[in-house]
């Protein structure tokens, strides 16, 4: 294991809790970065990658030498278009209509910043969700039992009732928020082994 102090540039609960599964020790300071997302914006792992760099560079003034800041982006993506946080119930009812019967995509982007050196990798997940053909009634008793205004699609895949979701290609870490698969394999590249 590494003296470096490990940082997590995120105040989600969910990614707290997967990084938690990895037994290390981390601190959380949350990243203020605002993210220039805007809605139906054309999706990009460029674009996505760059606020997760932004988001470890936000806290590196906070944090003391040796430290690994680590910060995630996740964006729901439907017909190529980045689907953002609803803003509203009509909203949140809106994007669901718009996800039902049919596939979209989840991207998580993944910075490991290494302030000592200003070293970084930054890397991607990408899931296929496909969800069945939802009904008004799934979609309003959803939102008002699970009010999901601070997540990106208006859904957490993880608290879903059945029937909602088909299936899903690829990782289910990385709908929730946080991609565990590769993630030891990039931390070795910071000399830390778990």
């Given at each position: 294991?590494?003296?470096?102090?490990?940082?997590?540039?995120s105040n989600s609960p969910?990614?707290?809790?997967?990084?938690?599964?990895?037994?290390?020790?981390?601190?959380?300071?949350?990243?203020?970065?605002?993210?220039?997302?805007?809605?139906?914006?054309?999706?990009?792992?460029?674009?996505?990658?760059?606020?997760?760099?932004?988001?470890?560079?936000?806290?590196?003034?906070?944090?003391?030498?040796?430290?690994?800041?680590?910060?995630?982006?996740?964006?729901?993506?439907?017909?190529?278009?980045?689907?953002?946080?609803?803003?509203?119930?009509?909203?949140?009812?809106?994007?669901?209509?718009?996800?039902?019967?049919?596939?979209?995509?989840?991207?998580?982007?993944?910075?490991?910043?290494?302030?000592?050196?200003?070293?970084?990798?930054?890397?991607?997940?990408?899931?296929?969700?496909?969800?069945?053909?939802?009904?008004?009634?799934?979609?309003?008793?959803?939102?008002?039992?699970?009010?999901?205004?601070?997540?990106?699609?208006?859904?957490?895949?993880?608290?879903?009732?059945?029937?909602?979701?088909?299936?899903?290609?690829?990782?289910?870490?990385?709908?929730?928020?946080?991609?565990?698969?590769?993630?030891?394999?990039?931390?070795?590249?910071?000399?830390?082994?778990?």
């Amino acid at each position: 294991m590494s003296t470096k102090e490990i940082i997590l540039a995120s105040n989600s609960p969910r990614r707290k809790e997967i990084l938690k599964s990895f037994n290390i020790d981390f601190k959380i300071i949350p990243s203020n970065y605002d993210e220039p997302v805007n809605e139906n914006d054309i999706f990009s792992y460029n674009k996505i990658e760059y606020i997760a760099f932004n988001k470890a560079k936000n806290v590196i003034n906070q944090v003391k030498n040796k430290s690994i800041i680590i910060s995630a982006d996740t964006v729901v993506v439907n017909d190529k278009k980045i689907l953002l946080k609803p803003k509203n119930y009509q909203n949140a009812i809106n994007i669901l209509k718009s996800l039902s019967n049919k596939k979209h995509q989840v991207v998580t982007s993944v910075c490991i910043y290494e302030t000592e050196n200003n070293k970084y990798i930054t890397y991607s997940s990408t899931t296929n969700v496909y969800f069945n053909e939802l009904n008004d009634k799934q979609i309003k008793n959803y939102i008002l039992n699970f009010k999901p205004y601070d997540k990106a699609g208006a859904y957490g895949i993880q608290e879903f009732p059945d029937g909602f979701v088909q299936k899903i290609e690829g990782s289910f870490s990385n709908v929730v928020g946080f991609p565990k698969e590769n993630f030891i394999t990039y931390l070795k590249k910071f000399n830390i082994y778990l």
